[in-house]
Nanobody, 121 residues
Framework: QVQLVESGGGLVQAGGSLRLSCAAS????????MGWYRQAPGKQRELVAT???????NYVDSVKGRFTISRDNARNTVSLQMNSLKPEDTAVYYC???????????????WGQGTQVTVSS
């Protein structure tokens, strides 16, 4: 019943910016960590950024200083502001959230459908 819906992907020139958003809906008791992953053609899916329920963040080295992850706990959303984009940032970006659907149940990971980000040189 939990769904994550992403938006904000698209085509942008190198040096430009995009903002990705992801909204979780359905039966949600509590959202723990949230994050963004990406998968480029021929490469494994990699963790881009994470944010805990308390707002602590972590980034892969390649995006530090350029990307910013944030969340709105009241709206069950997580965003990724991407600045100074490079062609190597081109990938399908996936939203992830660790969610407890009921207070007695264990937490599970949920994934968005993915959104394409293409950065032209």
């Amino acid at each position: 019943q939990v769904q994550l819906v992403e938006s904000g992907g698209g085509l942008v020139q190198a040096g430009g910016s995009l903002r990705l958003s992801c909204a979780a809906s359905g039966r949600i008791f509590r959202i723990n960590a949230m994050g963004w992953y990406r998968q480029a053609p021929g490469k494994q899916r990699e963790l881009v950024a994470t944010i805990t329920s308390g707002g602590n963040t972590n980034y892969v080295d390649s995006v530090k200083g350029r990307f910013t992850i944030s969340r709105d706990n009241a709206r069950n959303t997580v965003s990724l502001q991407m600045n100074s984009l490079k062609p190597e940032d081109t990938a399908v970006y996936y939203c992830n959230a660790n969610i407890r659907t009921y207070y007695t149940s264990p937490s599970s990971d949920y994934w968005g459908q993915g959104t394409q980000v293409t950065v032209s040189s």
